[in-house]
């Protein structure tokens, strides 16, 4: 099998992986970035190359989110309309797209999805730069999001009128959206991996000393969990509402009850694989290896 794998940074955990375990299945890979893609339309004919190679000459292809959001919490990087464009480009070449049915949505669209399919989530607010908010019940502690963050960047935890006065005054920048979320208090949240239908694990993410996010990539802990089925059954309603090969979903419980904070279409996995000893990586090969397979047969 000939795979493309493509990120924001070949050298990040997830792509590097993936790299190794698709070598060690004798696959021919190579890795790249969004910023080393060419696009091309010429002649009526419309071509995505990667050093002077079509892409129509791979099998199947393996990406990253085209969004990067450095620690301040200011956006460096967003070419998301690029998986847009890719997604066409392979279902026209008939090349085998991993997780292509990504829908791209940000917190606050995640929670109205959510909530329209009778998925419980978290209690949420819509707050923008310019949105009057007078008549909006405050309530602290509250917790304010950037609707496009990761990885657990650029979230505030508010206390009380005077420091979500300062956040206003410092957030009036055009564009500035955010999310207000109700404050739950938890010692952690659980994040589930599933792959093509089935639960792959969970894991416990805990803050680190002295601290409340919870994310693996800001300093957070991980460790193995064994999770319920009423959680595992909450993870695939999620995963089964969007049709994607590969998520990972992250839960709170709340007096006993399971409420989904947010979908990760693109999730990390090294701090699962860590905590787990389950070699995520090997299995997202395996399924798209497989796939690769199904597709070739179909066309025979």
């Not at 590097?16 to 060690?24: D, G, I, L, M, T």
């Not at 599933?194 to 957070?220: H, M, Q, V």
Request: proline share 2%; charged share 30%; net charge positive.
């Amino acid at each position: 099998m000939k795979l493309c794998i493509i990120g924001v940074n070949k050298n990040l955990y997830a792509p590097k992986r993936v790299f190794q375990e698709a070598q060690k299945r004798g696959c021919e890979v190579k890795s790249t970035t969004w910023h080393e893609l060419d696009f091309l339309v010429r002649d009526d004919d419309f071509q995505i190359r990667i050093g002077g190679k079509d892409l129509k000459e791979f099998d199947a292809v393996f990406c990253r989110n085209a969004r990067y959001v450095n620690h301040g919490g200011k956006e460096a990087l967003d070419k998301r309309y690029l998986l847009r464009i890719l997604r066409m480009y392979c279902e026209s070449s008939n090349v085998y797209l991993f997780n292509k049915e990504f829908q791209l949505m940000n917190k606050l669209q995640q929670a109205a999805f959510f909530a329209i399919h009778d998925i419980p989530t978290l209690d949420s607010y819509y707050l923008d730069e310019k949105k009057d908010i007078s008549n909006f019940k405050k309530k602290f502690p509250m917790v304010i999001k950037p609707l496009e963050g990761s990885g657990g960047r650029g979230i505030f935890l508010i206390s009380n009128k005077e420091e979500f006065n300062n956040f206003l005054k410092q957030n009036k920048l055009p564009g500035s959206h955010h999310e207000i979320q109700k404050y739950y208090q938890i010692k952690g949240d659980i994040r589930v991996l599933a792959l093509e239908g089935k639960i792959l694990g969970a894991i416990k993410r805990i803050p680190a000393k002295d601290g409340w996010i919870t994310n693996y990539s800001n300093g957070g802990n991980a460790i193995n969990f064994e999770c319920g089925e009423e959680i595992k059954q909450l993870a695939l309603r999620v995963v089964n509402k969007t049709g994607l090969n590969y998520a990972g979903i992250d839960i709170l419980m709340e007096n006993n009850k399971p409420r989904v904070i947010e979908l990760n279409e693109f999730a990390q996995f090294e701090g699962f694989e860590k905590a787990t000893g389950i070699n995520v990586a090997k299995k997202i090969v395996d399924a798209i290896m497989e796939k690769t397979k199904e597709k070739k047969n179909e066309n025979v």
